[in-house]
């Protein structure tokens, strides 16, 4: 059956590129027609207000998400977690998230791959799977286990690229794994990124060439920024078709080297690397035997090593306009425009056009508290899967 024709009209509306002012977002459906004078709507079509002075701009797309509502995708990864924590998220404009699987045994791995397209048929804001390691450095673990770090195999290569209706993204340390590697994983749709990695400014401008297009939380677990050693970073914001996602917590990285960053030639991402606590109850996880605990605004296991944020993507725009002085329009971009380019999704997510899936984030722009938002079309929150489903 054909869903019916709607409106949604707002003081202003971001569409990912341009501000329009007292206008209405047309949709039938999950897809949006256009944008237009609530004067000009059809006859009859319902118009649901947004409260004055709210802004209505495309949902939050954030490509690292390691857990939510009390759930860690490592735990349980499977269908359930990964529709549970696209649920937890959604209170806080994300419309689409990458569940994050941290290096783990492969079995976890294979379980989290075989799964991902049915959690995007239990709830549509699953986009796809982040394989953050297992290929990655063990000098730059972060907070991840030794024991399961690893090269890739030809098994794995293969899983890997297998067909699927969902997005793949990997985070892996090119100085890590063989020749050719990227380009296999690149040529099949996947989309690759360094992180966790101790890579030259020679190996990641290689790594580049071979199809590498972002940048996993820059600066974090990478080798710094050298004076006569630029590494990873310099490489990073040299590439104009490259990009990076940032943690803008005020925990990961100081504000002025992200502002730094922003000055680059790459395309800024916002995301949150976050853990269990965000939308849940719970201060305190664990972690491959690590217990993990919240404490003024940080995660942190026994030795104080970061564990992922207490970050929402909500917060994340907030702190880049407050802590980076960056424009709210541009601080939206990075929400979503950015990473739905970044992902393959450029052409149908993080835009307010025609043809584009009717997912929206409706906020006070003053203090970037969420109104409502819209998942393919519909507002009404998606109960909470059974992670374990």
């Known amino acids: 059956m054909l869903r019916k024709r709607y409106a949604i009209a707002a ?59 009390d759930v860690l995708l490592n735990d349980e990864p499977g269908a359930g977690a990964m529709a549970a924590i696209a649920a937890a998220h959604r209170k806080y404009g994300t419309t689409g998230v990458m569940p994050t699987l941290i290096t783990d045994a492969r079995q976890k791995m294979v379980d989290a791959l075989e799964a991902v397209d049915r959690a995007a048929t239990l709830n549509p804001g699953v986009l796809g799977l982040h394989l953050e390691g297992p290929f990655i450095s ?136 976050a853990m269990p606590p965000v939308g849940g109850k719970e201060t305190s996880f664990s972690l491959n035997g690590q217990d993990i605990k919240l404490k003024d605004g940080r995660l942190t296991n026994a030795a104080g090593t970061l564990a992922g944020s207490a970050l929402d993507m909500a917060s994340a725009v907030r702190n880049a306009v407050e802590m980076l002085g960056t424009p709210l329009t541009d601080a939206l971009r990075f929400a979503s425009t950015e990473p739905a380019a970044f992902l393959g999704f450029g052409d149908r997510l993080g835009r307010i056009s025609p043809d584009f899936r009717a997912d929206l984030v409706a906020f006070d722009p003053n203090d970037m508290r969420i109104h409502e938002t819209w998942v393919d079309g519909r507002s009404t929150d998606m109960p909470t899967p059974n992670p374990a489903a």
């Open 11 to 69: 003081s202003v509306i971001f569409d990912g590129t341009e501000v329009h002012k007292d206008r209405a977002v047309f949709m039938r459906g999950g897809r949006i027609l256009d944008i237009m004078h609530p004067g000009n709507l059809p006859h009859g079509v319902p118009v649901r207000a947004l409260p004055e002075g709210a802004w209505l701009a495309p949902g939050f797309i954030d490509s690292q998400v390691n857990g939510g509502g």
């Open 138 to 273: 063990p000098e730059k673990p972060g907070i991840h286990c030794r024991d399961y770090i690893r090269e890739p195999t030809a098994e794995d290569l293969e899983l890997l690229i297998a067909p699927r209706e969902t997005a793949t993204l990997v985070t892996l340390a090119p100085e890590r794994v063989g020749a050719g590697v990227i380009a296999r994983l690149a040529d099949a749709g996947v989309r690759v990124s360094l992180g966790h990695s101790m890579a030259t400014y020679e190996q990641t401008k290689a790594a580049l060439d071979e199809g590498l297009s972002g940048f996993t939380h820059l600066f974090n677990a990478m080798r710094p920024l050298g004076a006569r050693d630029p590494g990873p970073v310099a490489a990073a914001l040299e590439a104009p078709n490259a990009f990076f996602g940032i943690i803008a917590d005020g925990e990961h990285v100081a504000p002025a080297m992200l502002r730094l960053a922003l000055r680059g030639a790459a395309h800024p991402m916002l995301v949150t690397d």
